[in-house]
Every structure is written in C-alpha cells, then in structure tokens.
C-alpha cells in the first residue's frame, strides 16, 4: 500500500528552491514586461509564480509571488495592489501540484479553471473597488468599452478578465511545462513537487536519489 507523501516547510525551502525563487521572480517580471511592450491583453506576469509552484509547492509559489508585486510595485505601485493575486496564484497552483493535477489531461482542463477562477475570484475585487475597472493594464481598454457599452462594471470586469485570464493561465502553464520538460531527472527530485513530472517508470530511481540527496544535506548541515 502507497504511503501518503508528507510535506514540510523544512523540505519546501530545500536549497534548490530558494535558489528558484529569485528566477521565478525574474520570469515574471521578463513575462509582465513583454506583454505590456507587446500591448497584449493579458499579463504573463505569474509564470514563474506557476513554475515555482508546480515544483516546489504553495509556499515558495507564493513567496515567488508576492516578491514578483513587491519588486515590481517600485516601479509601478498598481502592482502592490495585486500581490493577495500572485500569492493566491502560488498557494492554488502548489496544492494542484501536491494533488498530480497536471498529470491527465483531464485533470489540466480542470486545473486550469481553478487557476484562472482563483485569479478573477482574488483580482475583481481589487479592479472593481480600488481602481474603478481600470488599471491601465492590458484588458483595461475592452473593459472600458464594455462599461461603455451599458454592461456593470463587475459584469465588464468578470467578463473580460474570465475570457483573458484563462488564455493567460492556459500559455503560462505551457511555457511552465516545455521549462520542466528539459529540467534533469536528477534535478527534479530535489524539489518536493518535483517527482510528479517525472514518467511513473522514473520515480522509483528518482525517490531513490531523492532520499540520497536529502541524506547528504543532513550530513552537510
């Protein structure tokens, strides 16, 4: 009988992780920045946010989010608004991971609503409430003509952000997978989500490495 993977905090934030996190954060900001150059109606500001937390779990994903809107609200102070989105963005796609949500196709069309859902559910609000349904962002101008139009500003919000949000998700996590698809086995391991994206015929070498691996950083510490 299988025994349930346990998590720890201790093995979220292994060395390999925290190293992740700093281009995870890098990755989204290239990501943010050529969307907005490319005036293109959606963001790609979370793919390192999703990459972390594909691999390393809810907590580094998040980590990786909220400093991704911490260091990039310097420059744009917009982005500080958004960094309970980014969070969320790590935290749901981390516990999809932990749960080999992305190992069917099934199982990825499902995950896919869930991340894009959790990004309207978290980022509405805040468009809505705080900036009036506008921030200046990529979809700002078809929720303005949608406003325009006679549609509610929750109404224009949730529609354009629903439509976008899940092309956005949907070419994130791709770029994500293809990212992974070349990251070594015996890399892979070394993450706590790491092992899910290895072929089920791996594992049994790959947990074999992995409790190696983890030795030997008991043994360095």
């Given amino acids: 009988m299988e025994t349930k993977k346990k998590y720890s905090l201790k ?11 700093p281009i995870a954060v890098a990755i989204n900001f290239v990501g943010g920045q050529l969307a907005s150059l490319l005036k293109l109606p959606f963001y ?4 390192g946010t999703i990459l972390a937390g594909m691999l390393a779990g809810p ?18 102070p917009v982005n500080f608004y958004f960094i309970p989105v980014n969070v969320i963005v790590g935290l749901v796609t ?13 199982k990825w069309i499902i995950s896919m609503v ?19 349904g506008i ?29 976008f949000t899940v092309i956005d998700r949907i070419i994130s996590y791709v770029i994500c997978w293809l990212i992974i698809k070349v990251i070594p086995m015996r890399t892979l391991v ?3 989500c790491g092992e899910f994206y290895i072929s ?15 030795s030997e950083e008991d043994e360095d510490k």
């Fill in 135 to 163: 921030t200046g962002g990529g979809t700002s101008l078809l929720t303005a003509t949608l406003m325009a139009s006679g549609k509610s500003i929750w109404q224009s919000v949730i529609s354009v952000e629903l439509i």
């Fill in 114 to 132: 869930i991340m894009a859902l959790a990004s309207i559910i978290s980022a509405a609000p805040i468009v809505v409430l705080v900036f009036g």
């Fill in 94 to 106: 981390g516990f999809l991971s932990r749960g080999d949500m992305f190992s069917k196709w099934w």
């Fill in 11 to 21: 093995k979220d934030f292994s060395m390999v992780a925290l190293l992740l996190i």
């Fill in 44 to 47: 790609l500001d979370t793919i």
């Fill in 59 to 76: 907590w580094v994903g998040a980590v990786a989010g909220a400093l991704t809107n911490v260091v990039t609200g310097i420059a744009n």
């Fill in 200 to 214: 089920k015929k791996a594992r049994a070498a790959a947990e074999a490495s992995k409790a190696e691996a983890e």
């Fill in 190 to 192: 070394k993450y706590s």
